[in-house]
């Protein structure tokens, strides 16, 4: 290891300055333990500081250290060096997103469909409820168990980076917005079906979705958002099917006898 080098062929592209994107070479001294990010940053502090990438947590949680290594989308932060082939690494921005500078793409459309995807419980009945809190709603482990992978989901965009349908309709809502509405769909304590089937259920919605499974392929945090498009997909036949079952009324709220709320002083 003393001595070892890695070369980092990085990406480079300023779309305000360059008329096309360009590789750039930088050979960084290995560490043992040492992630791509790691190297990308030893660059960005002492061969080039105009290099752009963008992290925060270091530890595989934030979501925000997402690009392509090596070909396949990955957050840097958790990538060792060691896990990849010997030789030089090739470090790319994500695919599918516009490029702000070299690794930086723009999230603004993805946090967007996230956001229509209306992630947080509706409640018709008692909306106040979400704010002022007179007691729980209670849910059985089972129902937890049928939508829980996705509340794991830490939005890096590696599954829409990856997934060939984004990458030929610009209005499709991808793999992590998808799997999102699924995960409100499928909750007990939820009572927004009708305005989420409306956004799903629509032409460049759920059913462009042709199964490709790359999306949960690449997720770091082991969430399989192709099989959440499939569940969403029979949720919206079953609540569309004449046959189809009652709409659901959200669980009830449950009064703390004790006056205090849990995680509350
Ligand atoms: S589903 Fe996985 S890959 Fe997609 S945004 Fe969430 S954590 Fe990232
Ligand atoms: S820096 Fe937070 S996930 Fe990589």
Request: aromatic share 6%.
């Amino acid at each position: 290891m003393a001595g070892e080098e890695v070369v980092l062929k990085i990406r480079r592209f300023d779309p305000s300055l360059d008329e096309r994107p360009r590789v750039e070479a930088f050979a960084v001294p290995l560490k043992e333990g040492m992630t791509v990010l790691d190297a990308l940053i030893y660059v960005k502090s002492r061969l080039d500081h105009g290099l752009a990438v963008r992290f925060s947590c270091r530890m595989a949680s934030c979501g925000s250290c997402g690009m392509k290594i090596d070909g396949r989308a990955r957050l840097a932060c958790e990538t060792q060096i060691s896990s990849l082939p010997r030789g030089a690494v090739a470090v790319e921005p994500m695919d599918n997103f516009p490029i702000v500078r070299d690794l930086v793409v723009d999230l603004e459309r993805f946090f967007a469909r996230h956001a229509a995807a209306m992630p947080g419980l509706v409640r018709e009945r008692d909306p106040e409820e979400q704010e002022s809190p007179t007691g729980e709603y209670l849910m059985a482990p089972g129902e937890l168990e049928s939508f829980v992978q996705f509340t794991y989901c830490i939005k890096c965009g590696l599954c829409s980076s990856s997934c060939p349908t984004a990458s030929t309709d610009a209005l499709f809502p991808g793999p992590q917005a998808l799997s999102q509405a699924y995960r409100f769909l499928a909750d007990p304590r939820d009572e927004g079906e009708e305005r989420r089937l409306e956004r799903v259920d629509a032409e460049h919605g759920v059913w462009r979705c042709h199964f490709a499974g790359t999306c949960s392929a690449v997720c770091p945090k082991g969430v399989d958002p192709a099989l959440g498009i499939q569940l969403l997909k029979r949720h919206v036949m079953s609540a569309r099917s004449p046959f189809g079952r009652k709409k659901r009324r959200g669980a009830p709220v449950f009064p703390n006898p004790n006056g205090d709320l849990l995680g509350q002083p």
